[in-house]
């Protein structure tokens, strides 16, 4: 078997069989199969797509290129979710504990944020001493006995998917479902959960901008998951504007803390609920979706998602002291107020734009090497709808300096859009997909 028949097939529209799929990828993460032919491979994807039976073969194989992770002694009841990436979100640290609560066990490996959106392990290290680096006996040990536990993607996960999209970021092949589909449920699939709930962001601060395209991208990845034997589910949302009011990372854990305790965040909240009663439902813990959301609510009513947050931060070396006391979390040393330069509506905030300003405060990377400011960020104020008099506070902005904090405010003031009519709302959650 020759990568350049296999090249050339694809580029003409032929379908490839698993055998010669496991033979490009094995190849590839041997190191036996150069980036030149691997980048002329999926730019033919690119263009000629790829059949569901094809994705599925590309996605067992990057899956099976390391180590599969074994949950089975943690029960039936495992679970893991998956965001497509958005501004503001802070969901797995709400949804994770409310699960957990519940009696579910979510083993969930996170990454880092890069570029505009956040990732749910540096939030996490806004904990004093918490840490995600863990041997696998202590991740199943975490896991087991409280419930949920978060830890870093190991380097042995899916490292087909690592040198791919790697390949893919330089050679301008990001943009193709079915390799989008592969690079996220490889590892998801590779993770070892029963039930697997996706959150699909659409919208102006997501991967994928319209709701068709995201709907395509949810259906693709439920297939997949259920011809591997997963309890599957995608909720599309919206990313037009950021989820909740808080961006950046020890902002949004402030913020999802302000949810376990019974503040109505009124998208984010409701948000972790869709997707935990899709978890709870899917992985037999509820009869139904109206019952898993009554067990949640009560998770929150009775303190009991919070408690599981402070053991989870405990059981991974972080101060839960914190959970109950914010205070004592990162805090910028200046804070400005943003104000409405008119009286109006708003009508549009660019969400990956003020994602971009936080990134630009220090609070995310522009490579992976950065080190970013866990305290800086956008606490917004008003959101798309507000009726505003100028002058009435627009958002907040916390900043290590004040030059920084002058910076920020200009690049902010351009994310929004105001008019003299109410904008028309689409629905926070576009549908779900199972």
Known sequence: MLMVDLIEKKKTGGELTKEEIDFLIGGYTAGEIPDYQMSAFLMAVLFRGMTPGETTALTMAMAHSGDMVDL???????????????????????????????????????????????????????????????????????????????????????????????????????NSIPLIVSS???????????????????????????????????????????????????????????????????????????????????????????????????????????????????????????????????????????VFDPTLLPAAAVRRTVRAPRDGYITSMAARDIGLVSMHLGGGRATKEDKIDLSVGVLLAAKVGAYLRKGDPLAEIHAADEAAAERAEEELLACYTFGDAAPQLPPFIRGIVC
Not at 98 to 118: D, F
């Open 72 to 174: 089975s002694s943690l029960g039936e009841h495992t679970a893991d979710k998956h965001s497509t990436g958005g501004v503001g979100d802070k969901t797995s640290l709400v949804l994770c504990p409310m699960v957990a609560a519940c009696g579910g066990t979510m083993a969930k490996m996170s990454g880092r944020g890069l570029g505009h959106t956040g990732g749910t392990i540096d939030k996490l290290e806004s904990f004093p001493g918490f840490s995600t680096d863990m041997s696998p006996e202590r991740f199943l040990e975490i896991a087991r006995t409280v419930g949920f536990v978060i830890a870093g993607q190991s380097a042995d996960l899916a490292p087909a998917d690592k040198k791919l999209y790697a390949l893919r970021d330089v050679t301008a092949t990001v």
């Open 184 to 322: 996220i449920m490889s590892k998801k699939l590779a993770s070892g959960a029963r039930t697997i709930v996706l959150d699909v962001k659409t919208g102006s601060g997501a991967f994928m901008k319209t709701e068709d395209d995201a709907r395509a991208l949810a259906r693709a990845m439920v297939d997949v998951g259920r011809q591997a034997g997963r309890n599957m589910a995608a909720v599309v949302t919206d990313m037009d504007q950021p989820l909740g009011f808080a961006v950046g990372n020890a902002l949004e854990v402030r913020e999802a803390i302000a949810v376990l305790q019974g503040v109505d965040v009124p998208d984010l909240r409701e948000l972790c609920l869709v997707l935990g009663s899709q978890i709870l439902t899917r992985s037999g813990l509820a009869p139904n979706e109206d019952a898993a959301r009554e067990a949640l609510l009560r998770s929150i009513e009775s303190g009991a998602a919070l408690r599981k947050l402070a053991e989870m931060v405990k059981a991974q070396g972080g101060d839960p002291s914190a």
